[in-house]
């Protein structure tokens, strides 16, 4: 899987995915066009897609009647000593995702506690929360 990005006018980047191309950019308040999503929005966008692709996968292997999946994500920084859950401690930021998912279709209590755990097992979520390690080389 290799993903290519070259910078455009101002701070726009074209994204080259696959066979499908994308446009990136910053909101104007932050010194952008607002030409395309921000890094941001295509994170929570991953996660998103992600989600809701395998909790599909899950239903249609259990046989089970999800018509569809909703989904918000929020993402803020905030202090680590305003965590009560977090490892990390101090001043330090730590990013919070916050996730809300609902189900439709005709399933118990049981099932649809399931499907937001299977949710939560999705590769880029397992991604986000795992020892992740990024490697740049310059070229020349």
Same mark, same amino acid.
């Given at each position: 899987?290799?993903?290519?990005?070259?910078?455009?006018?101002?701070?726009?980047?074209?994204?080259?995915?696959?066979?499908?191309?994308?446009?990136?950019?910053?909101?104007?308040?932050?010194?952008?066009?607002?030409?395309?999503?921000?890094?941001?929005?295509?994170?929570?966008?991953?996660?998103?897609?992600?989600?809701?692709?395998?909790?599909?996968?899950?239903?249609?292997?259990?046989?089970?009647?999800?018509?569809?999946?909703?989904?918000?994500?929020?993402?803020?920084? =905030? @202090?680590? &000593?305003?965590?009560? %859950?977090?490892?990390?401690?101090?001043?330090?930021?730590?990013?919070?995702?916050? #996730?809300? =998912? @609902?189900? &439709?279709?005709?399933? %118990?209590e049981a099932q649809i506690k399931r499907l937001a755990d299977i949710a939560d097992r #999705?590769? =880029?979520?397992?991604?986000?929360?795992?020892?992740?390690?990024?490697?740049?080389?310059?070229?020349?």
């Open positions: 899987m290799t993903v290519t990005a070259r910078s455009l006018k101002n701070l726009q980047v074209e994204i080259q995915a696959s066979n499908h191309a994308i446009l990136a950019d910053e909101p104007i308040r932050d010194g952008g066009d607002d030409a395309g999503p921000s890094p941001y929005d295509l994170l929570l966008s991953s996660l998103a897609a992600c989600k809701v692709m395998t909790v599909h996968l899950y239903a249609r292997r259990k046989q089970w009647p999800v018509e569809t999946v909703s989904l918000t994500l929020n993402h803020r920084k =905030i @202090s680590a &000593d305003e965590c009560e %859950d977090c490892q990390t401690q101090g001043k330090a930021k730590v990013d919070i995702i916050e #996730c809300e =998912i @609902s189900f &439709d279709g005709d399933l %118990d #999705c590769p =880029i979520h397992r991604t986000l929360t795992s020892e992740t390690k990024i490697r740049t080389a310059v070229l020349s």
